[in-house]
């Protein structure tokens, strides 16, 4: 049995689906002091930690504990959570025809410390008008970071994948279930 710090309803059911007995601890994190003005793979490693830091300091009694976060790039340009319709679609137009990224970080605390940073590249077809409007009067982008959502609105425009599904969507459960 796990104990998931994080209150991602994605990554608790990636957990679920991958058989992994587990729980949920609801917990938030305050990103925007973590400098974004450094390269994905390391900003996304930085907030992970933090995260595990700031938790285990105001909780010790928890074993097997999950930490994770995952940031959305295209370049070296990191694309945070949307404050509004206005920067989701600035977001979501950067992707629209472009390559971008999803890099995840993951620390697991138990036995062992497993500390992964695990990236998945998506190339899209430009984004159509009446799909990106639909998209974010659905309001599903919200939270998420990039605005993405690969499940949904960006599956239908992958035109080539290279990296896990399931770190685009918050984990490497493959990583994950090898160490545990």
Known sequence: MITLASSSPTRANLLKIAGIKFEQISYNFDESKISKNIKPEIYVQNVVKAKKEQFLKANTAFKNLLFADSCVACGDQILGKAKDEN?????LNLQSG??????????????????????????FANFGERDLTEYLKSNEWQGKAGAMTIENFNKKYITSQHGETSTAMGLNLKILKAFL
């Open 87 to 91: 920067e989701a679609l600035a977001m």
């Open 98 to 123: 472009n390559e971008c990224s999803v890099y995840t970080a993951m620390i697991f605390v138990g036995e062992f410390e497993l500390i992964n940073v695990s990236k998945t590249t998506y190339k």
